[in-house]
């Protein structure tokens, strides 16, 4: 018998940082780890590199709409590729809390 397969995801595709404050980020962050939790695929279009390396597993860059880089967030997040795309000078050190990458301009 054939079992139909259902994917399940969401999509957010608004920053995080257009939603209030940074409460509101954790908020949203939170229920999409809930998401992620119950096996549901998600996409989040966020443009803080720190906030993306703090909850992804995946990030991909993009340059003028082309990609640049995917990979996991320490691999990705290089003091090269960041001046490449955005143009600025960058350290890139370990965040006490989290372990992620975390990105300094």
């Known amino acids: 018998s054939s079992r139909r397969r259902h994917t399940r995801c969401a999509i957010k595709s608004r920053g995080l940082g257009d939603v209030y404050k940074r409460q509101h980020q954790q908020l949203t962050l939170h229920i999409v780890k809930n998401f992620v939790r ?10 803080d ?12 860059m993009l340059n003028c709409g082309r990609l640049v880089a995917q990979g996991a967030p320490e691999h990705i997040l290089s ?14 050190c370990v965040h006490p ?4 990458p975390m990105v300094i301009v």
């Open 49 to 60: 590199l720190n906030l993306a390396a703090s909850c992804a597993d995946q990030l991909v």
């Open 38 to 47: 119950q096996g549901v695929g998600v996409l989040l279009v966020v443009h």
């Open 79 to 92: 003091v090269d590729l960041i001046e490449q795309v955005f143009y600025v000078t960058a350290s890139i």
């Open 97 to 100: 809390r989290t372990g992620s």
